[in-house]
């Protein structure tokens, strides 16, 4: 109740004193703070529960092979029972979707099912990110909050850019990463009027993570030493590697997600037989349980004995060989994150590839370069090698390179790995990009039909839906019947096409005026030529639902301008018309033109 009131009294302050400008810079604000509070709120409870399953050092504590399984499973039912979710992973995904194809509507169960999803999944070691679930949880702040102060298609697409950027601010005390976020993965462009927004947004929402938090929201890390331009060969050759690794990930994932579908319908059983697997790793390999950014918070920090609870025992079998042997196992940790974070999210966890790819980049970094000094090729400096390559997967993984370059420019307090920041994501962003041009989530919506992000013109036919144009008015005729029925549906028709239908009503064909002129007004063929006779077959069929794009292309190939509409039972429902699609699509298209350009 307190709520609509609030509601009520913004709008009429609205209506009475402010601009639509002004106005929208109080939501964004507002979002800004709603979704930094969210995400500092997961980031705190997920902490304490990882806390408190674990408060035994990892190499004692024998719950880390059932806390995974219960974790899964109690996600599992909480989305399946609860939020009647059939997904709870890839919500860039779900985000886009319902911008593209749901007027930048989202759920209002989004803006906290998978805040409580994730927790469960994270906080009882499920090794994935937080940040896949807490964006589509801003995101779904940013559209309820324009829903209820009903605010048009466009202001409600940048209030999930401004949600969106506020949890990301949040989560790693990074305003400007937020911004460029969400105009890089979420929005299709940003005037410099909307860009206003989203800056106050995010800041927003830095604010709020610094209020509560402080600085160690995800780690501080001070660079002390500049980067040395005579190891950029090493950082091309990093930024390769990055860009494999991204690659191994993604098709790691894809293929297991796949894998487990396939295997394992019922989702319980999926989640069971996932989560066993995945608490027998984290057990082997307990620094990648949860998200896994002690493990790099450690390596950066120098405290690598953190990381020796199973790295012990192999320097026991094979003594004085511990600084190779330590490098190996940092490598099996590595393969072992892809390998949790695809078993996590395959099993039906939920969360994202946002953490696992900072983490499986970080890794990669410091492995290469440990590899390197002690090989004796040259002396790097480790911390910059684990931040670069935090930067290049996160980058070939994300597909979002301006993202991860600032992100960890933000995180570092400065600029001094700018040069090589850039480097490595470039070059990681251009291997990823030739074995597949598009980001896995664009793949996901472009397999679905569902992107049409960057062509204006198919966003708007795609809106349209094709049962609210179904003309029913076209007089329709018995296939068993003969010409003079026929001439008595012309009689009474004004439309130049009759469709031909059974006694069920299941569709058979059409007739056109063409086809009967010279034939109609003889008596004797009336009583003698049967509608069987002279109908045809419809050049194309357009189904009751059928997508508006998938339509038009068949108008374009049969070169038609009326194709009949039948339901999933074959059955006749009216007759679509490309003159009545064309002239909704210029209304619609002089609509959505005064909000692109509008504010």
Known sequence: MAKHKIVEKLLNLRRVHLSDRNFILIVSSMVGIASGLAAVLLKLSVHHIHEHLTHYSFGDNWGLLLFPIIGLIITTLIAKSLYKESSVGHAITDILHDIFKNNSNIGKSKMYSRFVTSMFTVGFGGSVGLESPIVLTGGAIGSNMAQSFLLDYKTKTLMIGCGTAGVISAIFNAPVTGLIFSIEVILTGVSVANFVPLLISSVSAAIVSSLIVGEEVLFSFKITDDFQAQNIPFFIILGILAGLMSIYF????????????????????????????????????????????????????????????????????IPNTKAWLFLAYIIMILFAKVIAASLTLSSGGSGGTFGPALVIGGLTGFAFARLVNLLGFANLHESHFILVGMSGVLCGVVYAPLTAIFLIAEITGGYT?????????????????????????????????DYLKGDRDMQVLDR????????????????????????????????????????????????????????MFDQEQQEKVKIANVMMQPPSIVYYGERMQSVMQKFEKEDAWNLPVIDQDKKYVGMVSKSRIFSVYRKQLQRLNKEWVGN
């Open 250 to 317: 993604n098709q790691t994932l894809h293929q297991m997600e796949h894998l487990m579908e396939e295997k394992f319908p019922n989702r319980y059983r999926r989640a069971l037989f996932g989560g066993i697997l995945l608490s027998v790793t984290i057990f082997i390999f307990p620094p990648i349980y949860g998200e896994g950014y002690e493990s790099i918070k450690s390596l950066l920090n120098g405290q690598e004995h953190h990381l020796l609870q199973r790295a012990e025992l192999f320097e026991s079998i």
């Open 417 to 449: 790995l700018f040069v090589p920041l850039m480097l490595v994501s470039a070059i990681a962003y251009t291997t990823v990009s030739v074995v597949n041009p598009d980001a896995p989530h664009v793949s996901t919506l472009k397999a679905r039909g």
């Open 464 to 519: 349209l839906n094709i049962n609210k144009l179904i003309e029913t008015n076209f007089v329709t005729v018995q296939v068993r019947g003969y010409l003079s029925d026929l001439v008595k549906a012309i009689s009474v028709s004004q439309r130049s096409v009759f469709p031909v239908v059974d006694k069920e009503g299941k569709l058979r064909g059409i007739i056109t005026l063409d086809q009967v002129r010279e034939i």
